[in-house]
C-alpha cells in the first residue's frame, strides 16, 4: 500500500523498460511520465533523472521485477543522488534473494550472495571451482535461458550428491521451489520445460 501512495504522489516514475513500467502503472490506473534507465541507458537516463531531481521534482525507482540495484540498474543513480545530498527513501517490496533462502531448507545463519556467475563457461567453472572451498551456503542467479549449463557445472564442480535449491519465479502466482542433489534437479529440469526467473541456493558444507 505505502508503494502504490508512492508512485502516485510522486512526479516521474524511473523504470528499467517502458513497456513493463506503463504496464504496472496501468494496472492500478496511475497515469505518469516514464523515464526508461537500464543497462543501455544507465548514465544518460540517471543525468537526466539528476536534474528532474535537482529541479524538485520527486521521482520512484522501480523495476520490471524484485528490487532495484538488486541485480538490476540503478545503481549509477543512486550514487549520484548521494553525491549531490538528494534523499534517497528505500521502499520494502518483492525480492527473490531472502525467499529463497527461506524455503530452501539450508542452514543460513550465514550465506554468500554470489550473484551472476560469468555467461562463458570456463570462467563460470573458474568461479565455482573457487566457491567449492565456501562452508556457508551460497546464492547464485543467472538468466533463465542458463539454468540447464548452470546446474550441469555446479554438478560437475560440486559433485552430483551436493544438495540444491532452485526457487522459480519467486513471489509469482506459478512459484516452483524444487529441492535435491545436483543430479536429482538435472533429471528434473531436463524432463521439465520450466522457466523463469530462478535462484539456487547450495547447500553449505557440514
Same mark, same amino acid.
Given at each position: 500500500?505505502?508503494?502504490?501512495?508512492?508512485?502516485?504522489?510522486?512526479?516521474?516514475?524511473?523504470?528499467?523498460?517502458?513497456?513493463?513500467?506503463?504496464?504496472?502503472?496501468?494496472?492500478?490506473?496511475?497515469?505518469?511520465?516514464?523515464?526508461?534507465? =537500464?543497462?543501455?541507458?544507465?548514465?544518460?537516463? !540517471?543525468?537526466?533523472?539528476?536534474?528532474?531531481?535537482? =529541479?524538485?521534482?520527486?521521482?520512484?525507482?522501480?523495476?520490471?521485477?524484485?528490487?532495484?540495484?538488486?541485480?538490476?540498474?540503478?545503481?549509477?543513480?543512486?550514487?549520484?543522488?548521494?553525491?549531490?545530498?538528494?534523499?534517497?527513501?528505500?521502499?520494502?517490496?518483492?525480492?527473490?534473494?531472502?525467499?529463497?533462502?527461506?524455503?530452501?531448507?539450508?542452514?543460513?545463519?550465514?550465506?554468500?550472495?554470489?550473484?551472476?556467475?560469468?555467461?562463458?563457461?570456463?570462467?563460470?567453472?573458474?568461479?565455482?571451482?573457487?566457491?567449492?572451498?565456501?562452508?556457508?551456503?551460497?546464492?547464485?542467479?543467472?538468466?533463465?535461458?542458463?539454468?540447464?549449463?548452470?546446474?550441469?557445472?555446479?554438478?560437475?564442480?560440486?559433485?552430483?550428491?551436493?544438495?540444491?535449491?532452485?526457487?522459480? =519465479?519467486?513471489?509469482?502466482?506459478?512459484?516452483?521451489?524444487?529441492?535435491?542433489?545436483?543430479?536429482?534437479?538435472? =533429471?528434473?529440469? !531436463?524432463?521439465?520445460?520450466?522457466?523463469?526467473?530462478?535462484?539456487?541456493?547450495?547447500?553449505?558444507?557440514?
Amino acid at each position: 500500500m505505502r508503494a502504490l501512495r508512492i508512485l502516485k504522489d510522486v512526479d516521474i516514475v524511473v523504470c528499467e523498460e517502458r513497456k513493463e513500467g506503463a504496464r504496472l502503472l496501468s494496472h492500478y490506473d496511475i497515469q505518469k511520465p516514464l523515464i526508461p534507465l =537500464n543497462e543501455h541507458n544507465e548514465s544518460a537516463a !540517471s543525468a537526466v533523472t539528476l536534474e528532474e531531481l535537482k =529541479n524538485g521534482k520527486n521521482v520512484a525507482l522501480i523495476s520490471d521485477c524484485g528490487t532495484p540495484l538488486f541485480s538490476d540498474p540503478g545503481t549509477l543513480l543512486v550514487k549520484k543522488a548521494i553525491h549531490t545530498n538528494i534523499k534517497i527513501v528505500p521502499l520494502p517490496g518483492a525480492s527473490s534473494l531472502l525467499p529463497a533462502l527461506i524455503v530452501s531448507g539450508f542452514d543460513i545463519k550465514q550465506f554468500l550472495f554470489y550473484g551472476f556467475l560469468s555467461p562463458k563457461r570456463e570462467h563460470r567453472i573458474i568461479e565455482l571451482l573457487q566457491l567449492k572451498k565456501e562452508h556457508r551456503s551460497i546464492v547464485l542467479m543467472d538468466t533463465p535461458y542458463r539454468l540447464m549449463q548452470v546446474l550441469r557445472d555446479v554438478s560437475e564442480v560440486f559433485g552430483a550428491s551436493r544438495k540444491l535449491s532452485v526457487a522459480f =519465479n519467486v513471489t509469482m502466482p506459478d512459484e516452483e521451489i524444487v529441492r535435491g542433489t545436483s543430479a536429482d534437479l538435472l =533429471n528434473y529440469f !531436463s524432463k521439465n520445460n520450466s522457466k523463469g526467473e530462478y535462484v539456487i541456493v547450495v547447500e553449505n558444507l557440514k
